[in-house]
């Protein structure tokens, strides 16, 4: 697959849905102002309990040191930020554009005593209040295909980076092992939105995540995109047959 929309366009895909450009941030909040009070039952929802496993093989892939900043972008609740810490990451920075993600993330913080290294930023990830050169990773956990303009988060991404500094993504990709494709759409298309109205009693925000899965890049094309925002020894790792994918990249 290839990204459908360049930034020149008036219109992006939310979903399967073509949106107005300037509409789509707001539309994205709206579903997770919606799904935050239950966001760790929908990623096990729509995981299958899996995306644990994702992402401690992403945490431990990113391998912050006790001397090393991680900006961790679309930290959503705070998943990755927590874990980071908890495997030696000196400080990290969750950001997220949603206050109400945040303020989850803020509560789960104090309850695991992870607050003192912890700095929350509520900012747009293709526009960050931050310095050039100012962290040695930068990570993002499920959270790009939800943005506007990915090129744009990429090289901010890099520019926030400091030399040698590395870009950690770890995000659903396209499944690469046949057998898996028919089951995993029924799982994505009939059973997840009914399961998000009956637990959630919210269909609607469920369906579009599982479509925004299907219009995200594949992992090819993302390489493509992370090299074109300038980072260098582009690579990634499929996980789970290709659900989902980690991709690194440096700043050199």
């Known amino acids: 697959m290839t990204e459908r929309n360049s930034p020149s366009d008036e219109t992006i895909d939310f979903g399967f849905r073509a949106v107005k450009r300037e509409e789509k941030a707001s539309l994205v909040r709206q579903v997770f102002d919606s799904v935050a009070p239950r966001y760790d039952l929908m990623n096990d929802l729509m995981s299958l309990g899996l995306h644990r496993a994702w992402k401690a093989a992403f945490v431990a892939a990113i391998a912050a040191s006790p001397r090393e900043a991680l900006l961790d972008l679309a930290g959503g609740t705070g998943d990755i930020s927590f874990r980071a810490l908890e495997a030696g990451a000196g400080r990290v920075i969750l950001s997220d554009i949603n206050p109400s993600m945040l303020q989850v993330a803020q509560g789960r913080a104090l309850e695991r005593g992870l607050a003192a290294n912890l700095t929350f930023l509520c900012a747009d990830a293709e526009h ?33 980076l400091r030399p040698g500094g590395r870009f950690h993504c770890l995000e659903f990709s396209r499944v690469e092992v046949a057998a898996l494709a028919p089951l995993y759409d029924a799982w994505s298309f009939k059973v997840l939105p009914r399961l998000g109205a009956r637990i959630a009693q919210d269909a609607e925000s469920y369906q579009y995540l599982a479509e925004s899965i299907r219009m995200f890049p594949d992992q090819d094309t993302l390489a493509g995109m992370m090299r074109e925002a300038g980072l260098e020894r582009v690579t990634y790792r499929n996980l789970s047959g290709g659900i989902v994918a980690i991709h690194t990249g440096w700043r050199l």
């Open 128 to 160: 960050l209040p931050l310095p050039d050169r100012s962290v040695e990773k930068v990570s993002i956990a499920f959270g790009l295909r939800n943005c506007t303009d990915k090129p744009a988060v990429l090289r901010e991404a890099r520019r926030v």
